[in-house]
């Protein structure tokens, strides 16, 4: 059974830049197209943040598609979200995910396994 | 970006209940829709994809329907571990979202 775990610094000062890597266990990056990263507030709910292919290539969410850069490391089976220029609005539980696929022509995606979260707060 | 609104925010239930809760969509977003439940502290966990398909392992007091931009997700018997928050989510087109959240509450 997959498992993914985010880790990473928990207090990050405005201004800088957040760093989070998720972990994939019991299954490998390459057996899933696309891996997300969502991130939760209680503001603004669940949001996602955008994705990457165990490739390298992304698709980011236009409202931090400035400020974020993922990567993937397939040989620690890992993915990492780089978030610039954070302000207090950035605080919030950040998860990675991994997306399913129904066999369809037009593939309805959906997120099938999730991380615990890692929640980072930015503050000075 | 598509906008999902739920409805209600919060609602109060007793065990045994039916629940439903919907999900409108701001444009068509066909049968992309997907159903996730949240436990306080915990990821969300996908309930319904593709708007009525359950979830293996989830189990069938729950079910979902809709098409187009408006969607039920539906609770037939409420259990005590039912209650938590549920979200709605599309991924038709654009960047994925999801919608504020509906909180399930003790009566």
């Known amino acids: 059974q997959v498992r993914l775990q985010e880790s990473g610094p928990g207090l990050v000062k405005p201004s800088g830049t957040l760093s989070l890597i998720c972990t994939v266990s019991?299954?490998?990056?390459?057996?899933?197209?696309?891996w997300s990263w969502v991130r939760q507030t209680p503001g603004k709910g669940l949001e996602w943040i955008g994705e990457i292919s165990h490739s390298g290539s992304t698709s980011y969410n236009p409202s931090v598609k400035s400020r974020v850069s993922m990567s993937v490391d397939t040989s620690k089976n890992q993915i990492s979200l780089k978030l610039s220029s954070v302000t207090a609005a950035d605080t919030a539980t950040y998860y990675c995910?991994?997306?399913?696929?129904?066999?369809?022509?037009?593939?309805?995606?959906?997120?099938?396994?999730w991380g615990q979260g890692a929640l980072v707060t930015v503050s000075a | 970006d598509i906008q999902m609104t739920q409805s209600p925010s919060s609602l109060s239930a007793s065990v045994g209940d039916r629940v439903t809760i919907t999900c409108r969509a701001s444009?068509?977003?066909?049968?992309?829709l997907n159903w996730y439940q949240q436990r306080p502290g915990k990821a969300p966990k996908v309930l319904i994809y593709a708007a009525s398909s359950l979830q293996s392992g989830v189990p069938s007091r729950f079910s979902g329907r809709g098409s187009g931009t408006e969607f039920t997700l539906t609770i037939t018997s409420l259990q005590p571990e039912d209650f938590a928050t549920y979200y709605c989510?599309?991924?038709?087109?654009?960047?994925?979202?999801f919608g504020q959240g509906t909180k399930v509450e003790t009566k």
């Open positions: 444009q068509n977003v066909r049968n992309y």
């Open positions: 019991g299954d490998s990056i390459i057996n899933s197209d696309w």
């Open positions: 995910a991994r997306p399913q696929y129904t066999n369809a022509w037009t593939p309805v995606e959906w997120f099938d396994a």
């Open positions: 989510q599309q991924s038709y087109n654009g960047p994925r979202t």
